[in-house]
T-cell receptor, first 113, second 111 residues
Framework: DGGITQSPKYLFRKEGQNVTLSCEQNLNHDAMYWYRQDPGQGLRLIYY???????QKGDIAEGYSVSREKKESFPLTVTSAQKNPTAFYLC????????????FGPGTRLTVT | RKEVEQDPGPFNVPEGATVAFNCTYS??????FFWYRQDCRKEPKLLMS???SGNEDGRFTAQLNRASQYISLLIRDSKLSDSATYLC????????????FGAGTRLFVKA
């Protein structure tokens, strides 16, 4: 079955530690995205990539980094510079044509204490 | 002003009721529109795209009014399983990175 996977589902870290969230898709989509969702708020775009080896900052990129070495994979690193990292992180992918409908992975819930 | 605004609700309706959600968007250049459904602590799932001519999928009907810059979702014959948060989404320009998600409207359908 085609889809997007994210791991882990839950992640707990101490303040000051970097952490990497995994996102893999087998939908053959060119574009991939990382969003953050906080309670009562809409999704906010962290980073996106429209093609392998290229990525761009979204609205709230500070304290995050990404890589796109393979079409299928778009990992997100939450660095110690991110001031409020506790959130629900969602990875999505889309084609690069038509209406760019986005499909989401199951998310990673990160808690930093 | 938020780019995509929705009434946060919650909407509490009995089974079998018809419920309507409205959403407004501020960017007149928005080109594509969607409704997503998000269950508690889960990822958003695409419910339907919204076309200018309006479109229907079973009990769900979506409408777009470009002149007034609003989108609507109508759910007929509500089921308990329809309880979720419904996200209104608008995309502007070329590329999925210009996709703006509303904060969502919560729906509770009760027996």
């Amino acid at each position: 079955d085609g889809g997007i996977t994210q791991s882990p589902k839950y992640l707990f870290r101490k303040e000051g530690q970097n952490v990497t969230l995994s996102c893999e898709q087998n939908l053959n989509h060119d574009a991939m995205y990382w969003y953050r969702q906080d309670p009562g708020q809409g999704l906010r775009l962290i980073y996106y990539s429209q093609i392998v080896n290229d990525f761009q900052k979204g609205d709230i990129a500070e304290g995050y980094s990404v890589s796109r070495e393979k079409k299928e994979s778009f990992p997100l690193t939450v660095t110690s510079a991110q001031k409020n990292p506790t959130a629900f992180y969602l990875c999505a992918s889309s084609t690069k044509r038509d209406s760019y409908e986005q499909y989401f992975g199951p998310g990673t819930r990160l808690t930093v204490t | 002003r938020k780019e995509v605004e929705q009434d946060p609700g919650p909407f509490n309706v009995p089974e079998g009721a018809t419920v309507a959600f409205n959403c407004t968007y501020s960017n007149s250049a928005s080109q594509s529109f969607f409704w997503y459904r998000q269950d508690c602590r889960k990822e958003p799932k695409l419910l339907m795209s919204v076309y200018s001519s309006g479109n229907e999928d079973g009990r769900f009907t979506a409408q777009l009014n470009r002149a007034s810059q609003y989108i609507s979702l109508l759910i007929r014959d509500s089921k308990l399983s329809d309880s979720a948060t419904y996200l209104c989404v608008a995309r502007t320009g070329t590329g999925g990175f210009k996709t703006i998600f509303g904060a969502g409207t919560r729906l509770f359908v009760k027996a």
